[in-house]
């Protein structure tokens, strides 16, 4: 249909867009390495490139691995973007539903086959527990979500390790941390062990995938989607519409919160020996999903490769300890992509008028099907 | 008489369309010169183009015969060129003085010094008539003091061509007639005005000549004299304009919307009067009612207080005999009321959403468009495209296209083509053609017309005399919160009516229609 055709497009200017930010910062990441060390920037920059490759498919399992919980912390955000909220709570989120997760999964042993069905659920709840607080806040009390959410932040971290050292059953006192959950509670590997051979990967990356379609339909088919983005456009004309902004904002932050959850249980009962640590440290997952929801525009389906490519990068970067670089690097190296990222909108705005000036018809589908051999290309590796 | 500023042959061309021309506009030393043009005609890059704001492809600009090089505003502002923006760019909480000197600030040793100044801007508001007291502060004054303000601040920069963009929006009919006085002051001591406008009867009243635009054409430059409103308007349309609603005896029936008693609380910090005080109106099946006032006495609380998005401290309303005062927007608007709102980007339109979503955005939850909870898409664009087909909104990308981008007639046109193709039983239209040009307010006065003749009750709410006079079968006039008059329009003269909206003259007693 004709409508079809044209939303395709504006997407593809996005995905432009984004990939001139990920160029520039690549760019800028070499330039940092040459600066840091001149001899070694060119194989340094090839390892941030292939490095995750090293180990073949075993490699590429990992990236897998790591994707998992940032795709969904950045389809958390994503969401709450949005619906015009900025969920800044991810990071609390993500440690209450871990919290949750490993609770299920070290008490509730007689659950037999469902058990990781159920210390998931309980991820869920408890994350979508710690969005509902800012969303019921700024819903009635027109609190602003993002100060909110910071504190639910704090409150979650010290609630579980508050809870993790106080509750026996759960703590390791020699390491200091949570216990092992037990084996039935592990996220079953689905097969994908088999494909990648030797990874931690597990099907916690199938899980978060169908999270991402279901998302991407519920925004864009449903008519709950209809209205939480028109809330997130215009909160006045949505009233106007007789649509109920009030529950539209606690919702969203709900499902926004649900997410996150999620995302902490996929990562805690992924069976790698991850456990909850008694540092006082908000858990970084939540933050890098800030970063590839702005990478992906917001868009659950870019959210999901976006979240891979960072998995990418970082995966490329441990290797970067090969030619005497920090792994800070790499860090530096996102947050550069990230802060272009940033201006995607302005470079949407420049293609498109260069596009207007110049390419004809013709060239756009030219440009158009380089794009998509890009996506491809990325899908691949 | 010779011409202080030419535009000669002026093109300019942005991608995709041309917006200027090959446009010629010539101004006479001491002339009102009228600019007259629909939106989007190429007025604004004109100005832009004079203004040095945009580089023109083709053509010259000459000021007293020598061709200049205008390439910022600095430079226009050295030639004596001076604008009156439509909307105001003052400062809220300085004083007059300091707002006219503002950017030129006379400075000795780094201290302010402001006597000079002073002496200048009070000789000046006594020359032109102005008066304006410079230590007012702007927030304390009413919007024509501030537009007088924007003048003498084009007057104490020595400004010899003067620009009024739209300068009568904002005003009341009576600071409109004192407006036009100062404009032909300003002529007699040997300033230029151009005057831009799309109302044609001001330029009959206060211009000596008028050049016009038509989709970025010069379409001709006559003398006012010579040609009458119909002739104008036709010039600026490209075909005949029917001035005046045509429209048919109204025969009102069962009364609709019943308001009785409304009283709303102002929300505004320490604020304790009431914005609606005590409001009683009924408008019927098949008539259309318009609420006059001076912009901010509670019309819009008065409307939202109807439609639901706004707040009631008490009394009550009624929709077909149903008290509806404490249902939700939803069920108002599924229940007979279409609401065309005051502010199109602010309660009319998701921005960004493309026309088809916005064309269902009081619909799209109903059994039509999806299925249990799933957007039906095709049947949503199905429907879209009907109501482009109906009522002509014109856009880039048809459907498909984000309002955003899309012109303020055809937003508005959307906005129409929604609430009225819902077949409503009360539309409550406020402002319907605010900053739209002859042709559209031609046809959206035309279908609100036709609602009415097909049983719909209206309530209009507007601030344009013309539009009271012209469209309603009945007129209350509002004032500080209060309805006080409930008038025929066939048997008052504007004059009276604005003494009304003014408040200084009120309707004895209580008015039940």
Same mark, same amino acid.
């Given at each position: 249909m004709n409508h079809k055709k044209k939303t395709r497009r504006s997407s593809n200017m996005g995905l432009a867009s984004s990939t001139f930010a990920i160029a520039i910062g690549l760019l800028f990441g070499f330039i940092i390495l040459l600066l840091s060390n001149p001899t070694q920037a060119l194989p340094g920059f090839a390892a941030i490139l292939t490095g995750a490759m090293t180990h073949g498919i075993k490699g590429?399992?990992?990236? *897998?691995?790591?994707?998992?919980?940032?795709?969904?912390?950045?389809? &958390?955000?994503?969401?709450?973007?949005?619906?015009g909220l900025f969920n800044i709570g991810s990071s609390g989120q993500f440690i209450v539903?871990?919290?949750? @997760?490993?609770?299920?999964?070290?008490?509730?042993?007689?659950?037999?086959?469902?058990?990781? %069905?159920?210390a998931l659920l309980a991820a869920i709840i408890l994350g979508a527990l710690w969005g509902f607080v800012p969303g019921l806040l700024k819903a009635v009390f027109n609190v602003n979500e993002v100060i909110s959410a910071i504190m639910m932040n704090y409150i979650g971290m010290y609630v579980v390790n508050y809870t993790t050292k106080a509750y026996a059953p759960l703590f390791n006192n020699l390491r200091n941390e949570s216990n092992n959950v037990a084996v039935a509670a592990q996220i079953p590997k689905m097969g994908?062990?088999?494909?990648?051979?030797?990874?931690?990967?597990?099907?916690? %990356?199938?899980?978060?995938?169908?999270?991402?379609?279901?998302?991407?339909?519920?925004?864009?088919?449903?008519?709950?989607?209809?209205?939480?983005k028109a809330v997130g456009y215009n909160r006045d004309a949505s009233k106007y519409a007789g649509i109920n902004e009030k529950k539209g904002i606690i919702l969203s932050m709900v499902i926004s919160g649900a997410i996150s959850g999620l995302a902490g249980g996929l990562l805690y009962l992924a069976g790698t020996g991850k456990h909850i640590e008694i540092v006082d440290v908000l858990a970084s997952e939540g933050f890098t999903g800030i970063s590839v929801a702005l990478l992906g525009l917001s868009n659950p389906?870019?959210?999901?490769?976006?979240?891979?490519?960072?998995?990418?990068?970082?995966?490329?970067?441990?290797?970067?300890?090969? *030619?005497?670089?920090?792994?800070?690097?790499?860090?530096?190296?996102? @947050?550069?992509?990230?802060? *272009?990222?940033?201006?995607?909108?302005?470079?949407?705005?420049?293609?498109?008028?260069?596009?207007?000036?110049?390419?004809?018809?013709?060239?756009?589908?030219?440009?158009? @099907?380089?794009?998509?051999?890009?996506?491809?290309?990325?899908?691949?590796? | 008489m010779r011409y202080?500023?030419?535009?000669?042959?002026i093109t300019k061309e942005f991608p995709g369309i041309i917006a200027n021309d090959n446009i010629t506009l010539q101004i006479m030393e001491g002339e009102i010169h009228a600019f007259l043009g629909e939106n989007g005609a190429g007025k604004s890059t004109l100005m832009s183009v004079l203004f040095g704001l945009y580089q023109p492809e083709k053509g010259m600009i000459k000021i007293k015969g020598e061709e200049v090089k205008i390439t910022s505003p600095l430079d226009a502002n050295k030639y004596g060129i001076g604008m009156v923006h439509q909307h105001f760019k003052l400062v809220h909480n300085f004083t007059v003085l300091q707002n006219i000197v503002l950017g030129m600030e006379t400075v000795k040793n780094g201290l302010l010094k402001m006597d000079e100044a002073r002496e200048k801007i009070v000789m000046l508001s006594e020359k032109y008539n102005l008066f304006v007291d410079p230590d007012a502060l702007i927030e304390d004054i009413?919007?024509?003091?501030?537009?007088?303000?924007?003048?003498?601040?084009?007057?104490?920069?020595?400004?010899?061509?003067?620009? *009024?963009?739209?300068?009568?929006?904002?005003l009341t009919p009576q600071e409109i007639v004192e407006l036009m006085a100062i404009m032909k002051g300003l002529v007699k001591e040997g300033k230029s005005v151009l005057f831009i406008t799309h109302k044609l009867n001001e330029i009959k009243q206060v211009a000596d000549r008028c050049t016009v635009l038509r989709r970025g054409k010069y379409i001709g430059t006559v003398d006012v004299a010579d040609?009458?409103?119909?002739?104008?308007?036709?010039?600026?349309?490209?075909?005949?304009?029917?001035?005046?609603?045509?429209?048919?005896?109204?025969?009102?029936?069962?009364?609709?919307?019943?308001?009785?008693?409304?009283?709303?609380?102002?929300?505004?910090?320490?604020?304790?009067?009431?914005?609606?005080?005590?409001? &009683?109106?009924?408008v019927r099946k098949g008539e259309i009612v318009c609420i006059a006032g001076i912009d901010g006495n509670g019309q819009t609380e008065l409307i939202h207080a109807i439609t639901g998005l706004g707040g009631i401290k008490s009394g009550c309303v009624m929709i077909n005999g149903e008290d509806v005062t404490k249902k939700s927007v939803r069920y108002k608007n599924t229940h007979g009321l279409s609401h065309i709102p005051e502010d199109r980007h602010k309660y009319g339109l998701v921005l960004d959403y493309n026309l088809a979503y916005n064309l269902v955005l009081q619909q799209y939850f109903e059994k039509n468009f999806q299925n249990h909870g799933f957007m039906k898409n095709d049947k949503i664009y199905e429907y879209a495209e009907q109501l482009i087909e109906?009522?002509?909104?014109?856009?880039?990308?048809?459907?498909?296209?984000?309002?955003?981008?899309?012109?303020?007639?055809?937003?508005?046109?959307?906005?129409?083509?929604?609430?009225?193709?819902?077949?409503?039983?009360?539309?409550?239209?406020?402002?319907?053609?605010?900053?739209?040009?002859?042709?559209?307010?031609?046809? %959206?006065?035309?279908?609100?017309v036709k609602q009415r003749d097909d049983g719909a009750a209206i309530l209009v709410v507007s601030l344009e005399l013309d539009e009271v006079m012209n469209l309603s079968d009945r007129i209350l006039v509002i004032f500080e919160g209060e309805i006080v008059a409930n008038l025929d329009p066939k048997k008052i003269t504007v004059q009276e009516l604005g003494l009304y909206m003014a408040g200084s003259k009120r309707e004895g007693g209580k008015h039940e229609s």
């Open positions: 590429i399992g990992q990236v *897998f691995y790591y994707a998992t919980p940032i795709i969904l912390t950045g389809l &958390s955000v994503g969401f709450a973007f949005k619906t539903g871990a919290f949750g @997760a490993v609770y299920v999964g070290i008490m509730w042993t007689s659950l037999g086959g469902i058990h990781w %069905i159920v994908l062990d088999k494909i990648f051979v030797g990874s931690s990967l597990n099907g916690g %990356i199938i899980i978060a995938i169908v999270v991402v379609i279901l998302m991407h339909f519920v925004l864009n088919k449903t008519t709950f989607g209809y209205e939480l389906l870019t959210i999901l490769a976006a979240g891979i490519f960072i998995a990418y990068l970082m995966a490329g970067g441990f290797y970067l300890q090969l *030619f005497e670089f920090s792994t800070e690097i790499i860090d530096i190296i996102v @947050a550069v992509i990230i802060y *272009f990222s940033a201006f995607a909108l302005m470079v949407k705005l420049l293609i498109i008028r260069m596009n207007t000036h110049k390419l004809d018809k013709q060239e756009l589908k030219e440009e158009k @099907a380089k794009n998509k051999k890009d996506i491809h290309r990325k899908g691949e590796i | 202080i500023i030419e535009m000669l042959n009413t919007v024509g003091m501030q537009q007088r303000v924007e003048i003498l601040k084009m007057l104490y920069r020595d400004n010899e061509i003067l620009i *009024f963009d739209e300068p009568t929006a904002v040609v009458d409103l119909e002739q104008m308007s036709e010039m600026m349309v490209g075909r005949k304009v029917n001035l005046v609603v045509e429209k048919g005896e109204a025969h009102p029936t069962d009364v609709v919307l019943d308001v009785k008693n409304l009283v709303v609380k102002s929300t505004r910090e320490g604020h304790t009067k009431n914005v609606v005080n005590d409001a &009683s109106f009924q109906k009522y002509d909104i014109r856009s880039g990308q048809g459907a498909n296209s984000r309002t955003r981008d899309m012109s303020g007639g055809n937003q508005q046109k959307a906005i129409v083509a929604r609430e009225l193709n819902k077949a409503p039983d009360i539309i409550l239209a406020v402002q319907p053609v605010r900053g739209l040009d002859v042709g559209a307010i031609e046809y %959206i006065h035309k279908e609100l």
